[in-house]
């Protein structure tokens, strides 16, 4: 689902898509609306004439993120400028940096069951968790990933890339005291899983799973790395397509993201649950083909 937020994002960055922020268009003149779960359901246009020449109803409604795609979305837009610069997210941005986000939220749009492109901002009821977990996205540090091969070595195609952590970076855990709709609690967080992308074209949509730390590639284990990477408990990636070449980048511009699970306490002894809070590290890698013994003879 997270993915999906960032999908959304590209389409509102394309010009063609004709992105609108105004959250004064719930809907076109003359529609009429109703609500059903995160979904605000309008129905426009009057009719529209099918392949068989009958006319049906055509719908349009508006998807609100979740509070963990709308922390992801900040964390895309913190290193890709494209998507920092989508009007509703820099605007989204610069409230959250003024600190009048709170009672914010990101729609997308959704006409005859495909997404236009199109945000808005639209005001929510902000609640003392919700601001404490928007909050936490800006407290929970990146973790650094160990990756074997090591970063800034070029792979050769089809070689697993081993993305794990250390015990002592899984190990972390981050305690605030935070303030929301003027309630104060303490607030803490550690790792629960990641997921891993590679950035690799002909892997788009391709979330690679992880629970627990995952583990490293074992060079004295005498199984190949193909092996080791099937192994329980291992992420490995694999990237099918050479970078450096015409038409494409120096490398392909994947991502980790850590879930952290979060909680809350107002007296230090009965915690409740605050939910996931995501932090996104980028993770470029170049690619490489190499030639097989019998591509190598003379």
Not at 33 to 43: A, E, K, L
Not at 174 to 179: A, G
Not at 243 to 256: C, I, Q, Y
């Amino acid at each position: 689902m997270v993915s999906c937020a960032l999908a959304m994002l590209v389409l509102a960055d394309d010009p063609a898509a004709g992105a609108d922020p105004s959250p004064r268009r719930a809907g076109d003149s003359g529609a009429t609306s109703r609500i059903s779960g995160d979904r605000i359901i309008t129905t426009i246009f009057g009719q529209r004439t099918s392949s068989t020449g009958r006319s049906r109803t055509v719908t349009s409604y508006w998807v609100t993120y979740t509070a963990a795609q709308v922390a992801y979305i900040l964390q895309v837009a913190s290193t890709t400028p494209r998507i920092a610069e989508q009007p509703v997210v820099r605007e989204f941005l610069e409230r959250s940096i003024a600190g009048t986000a709170d009672e914010l939220t990101i729609q997308y749009r959704v006409v005859d069951g495909r997404a236009t492109g199109e945000l808005r901002l639209v005001p929510v009821t902000s609640t003392a968790a919700s601001s404490w977990s928007r909050q936490m996205v800006t407290v929970v540090p990146p973790l650094r990933p160990t990756l074997s091969p090591p970063a800034g070595i070029t792979v050769p195609v089809s070689q697993p890339v081993f993305v794990s952590y250390s015990a002592a970076e899984w190990g972390r855990v981050v305690e605030r005291t935070l303030n929301g709709n003027g309630v104060s609690a303490r607030v803490r967080a550690w790792p629960s899983r990641f997921e891993v992308r590679s950035g690799d074209p002909v892997a788009i949509g391709q979330v690679l799973g992880c629970a627990g730390r995952g583990r490293t590639f074992d060079p004295l284990d005498p199984a190949s790395p193909a092996q080791q990477s099937r192994r329980p408990g291992t992420c490995a990636l694999t990237y099918r397509s050479r970078t450096g070449v015409p038409g494409r980048p120096a490398a392909w511009v994947g991502d980790v993201t850590v879930w952290w699970w979060a909680e809350w306490s107002t007296d230090g002894r009965t915690w409740r649950p605050l939910g996931e809070i995501p932090r996104l590290t980028p993770l470029p890698r170049s690619v490489r083909e190499v030639p097989t013994a019998l591509e190598s003879r003379p």
